[in-house]
């Protein structure tokens, strides 16, 4: 052991903390997502789309988050009453949600790369509304949804 490191022990532990947290890092996120599958959503139900995209943010039992970021709840939520209004914001975003309309997006935020048809947004809405505790049983059509591009 030369002189240095030996009046300077904290640089071999500060060099053994580097290297631990790099090593642990390659193990911080798993590659086998189940949830977020972006390119196998083409025959999915309302289901299987809130399972892969939208529980990430809104949670599995859809009451929302708040700490590093606040996602609002789609259970027992007054803004659930209106379709249209769920359409408007899947098709448009909204405050940090992107848009997940077809040609949307800039690309610069999270998820802006996933994009659903007016069918699988319809069929979404149409979950959401119909569990989690929600009672609103109208529906929307494919055609509602394609009307409301903007």
Same mark, same amino acid.
């Given at each position: 052991?030369?002189?240095? +490191?030996?009046? *300077?022990?904290?640089? @071999?532990?500060?060099?053994?903390t580097?290297?631990?947290?790099?090593a +642990? $890092?390659? &193990?911080? %996120?798993? $590659?086998?997502n189940? &949830?977020?599958?972006p390119g196998?959503? #083409? $025959?999915?139900?309302?289901?299987?789309?809130f399972?892969?995209?939208?529980?990430?943010?809104?949670?599995?039992?859809?009451?929302?988050?708040? #700490?590093?970021?606040?996602?609002p709840?789609?259970?027992?939520?007054p *803004?659930?009453i $209106?379709?249209? &209004?769920m359409?408007? /914001?899947?098709l448009?975003?909204r405050?940090?949600?992107?848009s997940?309309?077809?040609?949307?997006?800039?690309?610069? @935020?999270?998820?802006?790369?996933?994009?659903?048809?007016?069918? %699988?947004?319809?069929?979404?809405?149409?979950y /959401?509304? +119909?569990?989690?505790?929600?009672?609103y049983?109208?529906?929307i #059509?494919?055609?509602e949804?394609?009307?409301?591009? *903007?």
């Open positions: 052991m030369n002189n240095m +490191t030996a009046k *300077r022990p904290w640089v @071999r532990v500060l060099c053994g580097v290297l631990l947290c790099c +642990t $890092s390659l &193990y911080a %996120q798993s $590659s086998d189940k &949830y977020y599958t196998n959503l #083409g $025959s999915a139900n309302g289901e299987a789309i399972q892969s995209i939208c529980q990430g943010c809104h949670m599995h039992d859809a009451k929302g988050a708040q #700490g590093a970021g606040t996602y709840a789609l259970t027992g939520n *803004r659930l $209106s379709p249209q &209004y359409a408007a /914001v899947i448009n975003g405050r940090d949600m992107p997940f309309a077809m040609g949307g997006g800039d690309g610069d @935020r999270f998820l802006d790369d996933t994009k659903l048809t007016d069918a %699988q947004i319809a069929e979404v809405i149409n /959401v509304r +119909t569990h989690f505790g929600n009672p049983t109208d529906r #059509g494919t055609a949804v394609a009307s409301m591009h *903007r």
